[in-house]
């Protein structure tokens, strides 16, 4: 009698460049979100459809969607991937953008928490980036899947030098597998990759590589101490403009006579305070903030005492402070007026993770 089959479970194992799949997404899901909320207060909100009918944008990003889970099924081109990224992102920001008329009786699009609720979604996308981000050893099954999913390069064009010694890389740490039927496979294709007679081309990047590499290769070219005057200044304005404003708002509620209400008009906006129901967010917010700013003083302290490692990694903690806290009250009182201030710290925070990587930890540098 036979012996039933045994079924085999396999581990999940991560995607080559999967940071740059996700990252793509990011981008394209934050940019339809954005340009769609201009683009419908530019016309007026106008709407396709008649009397009876009604063509929500929400069907379009369903429709993108499910194009962007076909595209990976129907075809293994790696190209398949990228467009399917771009798809994605495209068609759950336009999904994502409506979710006041899908939470509410009324099907209230201006429904206020809708851009919390926004914002939060992306925010947690963007914790998916970095965990998957995050560096991990890879096993010798994961370095054949890796190097499986790199070898149809082969077949579509000549691989370049580096290509090759990566897919070498893992194909002889695949070799130290267990099972010697998956070991030998790894042996006979890292025996063909070798070969004299395989056609290799120089490392060339693509227009689009080059694009993203000059900025970088230009930006590491400028002195260390700049970047960390240019940080350090960064934190002591952005700390006192936090501060400033909450001794301002504190001052204001506790002496009204000292300021008017054109000056308080700078520091309240009209959309932050629509009824008596917004004032304990608003208060806990401005709390949030006044604490954001010290953190900020803190890490500005730490840099100009060449503390430089502490200095960076408590003004990456302000920032995701402020990021998660500051930001997600701001788009609940103000709405949309809070993304130019959510871009600009974004960008700061990309910013601050990038010199982590350029120039190490060290605790204390004389540079």
């Keep these: 009698m036979a012996k039933p089959m045994k079924l085999i479970r396999s581990s999940p194992i991560r995607r080559n460049q999967v940071e740059f799949y996700l990252l793509l997404t990011l981008m394209t899901l934050a940019l339809s979100v954005v340009l769609t909320r201009v683009f419908l207060q530019l016309t007026g909100y106008p709407q396709l459809g008649n009397s009876y009918l009604h063509i929500a944008h929400v069907l379009w990003g369903g429709l993108l969607l499910y194009i962007a889970a076909l595209l990976p099924l129907i075809l293994v081109n790696r190209w398949a991937l990228t467009v399917s990224a771009i798809l994605n992102g495209t068609g759950v920001g336009l999904f994502i ?7 509410t009786r009324d099907n209230n699009y201006f429904y206020r928490p809708a851009a919390p609720i926004i914002y939060a ?5 963007v914790l998916l980036l970095v965990y998957v981000h995050k560096p991990r050893q890879s096993n010798p099954r994961e370095a ?14 000549p691989l370049s030098v580096n290509e090759r010694a990566y897919l070498i890389d893992q194909l002889q740490l695949a070799q130290r597998t267990g ?3 998956l070991a030998r496979l790894a042996a006979a294709l890292n025996s063909y990759l070798q070969d004299e007679e395989l056609r290799v081309t120089v490392n060339r990047l693509s227009v689009w590589e ?20 240019l940080i350090s200044g960064f934190l002591f304005i952005s700390g006192l403009f936090a501060l400033l404003e909450v001794a301002s708002l504190v001052t204001s509620a506790l002496f009204s006579n000292l300021f008017d209400t054109h000056t308080l008009s700078f520091l309240v906006t009209v959309d932050e305070l629509r009824s008596v129901s917004d004032y304990p967010w608003f208060q806990v917010r401005i709390f949030l903030e006044g604490a954001v700013g010290v953190v900020e003083w803190v890490a500005c302290y730490f840099l100009l005492t060449r503390r430089e490692a502490r200095g960076i990694q408590t003004a990456i903690f302000g920032l995701v402070l402020s990021l998660t806290t500051v930001v997600l009250l701001t788009f609940y009182l103000d709405q949309f ?8 710290e974004f960008s700061m925070l990309l910013f601050l993770l990038a010199f982590r ?9 004389n540079q």
């Design 97 to 103: 953008d409506e979710v006041g008329k899908f939470i």
């Design 121 to 125: 979604f992306f925010l947690l996308s």
């Design 144 to 157: 054949l899947y890796h190097a499986s999913e790199e070898l149809p390069q082969v077949i579509d064009r």
């Design 179 to 181: 099972a010697q039927s």
């Design 210 to 229: 080059e694009l993203a590499q000059r900025p970088v290769a230009w930006a590491k070219h400028l002195p260390r101490q700049f970047y960390r005057i």
């Design 337 to 344: 007026g809070a993304l130019v201030g959510a871009l600009f």
């Design 357 to 365: 990587r350029w120039y190490g930890s060290s605790a204390n540098v």
